[in-house]
């Protein structure tokens, strides 16, 4: 799983715990909704404030 985490354009590096913790929440929660293909490829989230 390649996880990538940017705030306000810059990358912030992640270690291999937070991609399995970080990347596995959001797969988990993404593949419960309806409507979500079993074999999707890529999930892109934006958070603005």
């Known amino acids: 799983m390649d996880v990538r985490l940017l705030v ?4 912030i ?3 291999k715990f937070v991609v ?3 990347g596995g ?3 988990g929660a993404v593949e419960a909704l309806r409507g979500v293909k ?3 490829n890529e ?5 603005r404030r």
Do not use: A, R
């Not at 306000?8 to 990358?11: K, L, P």
């Not at 999930?43 to 958070?47: L, Y």
């Open 38 to 40: 079993e074999n999707w």
């Open 25 to 27: 929440t959001i797969v």
């Open 8 to 11: 306000d354009g810059e990358e």
């Open 20 to 22: 399995k913790i970080l």
């Open 13 to 15: 590096s992640l270690n």
């Open 43 to 47: 999930i892109k989230i934006e958070i």
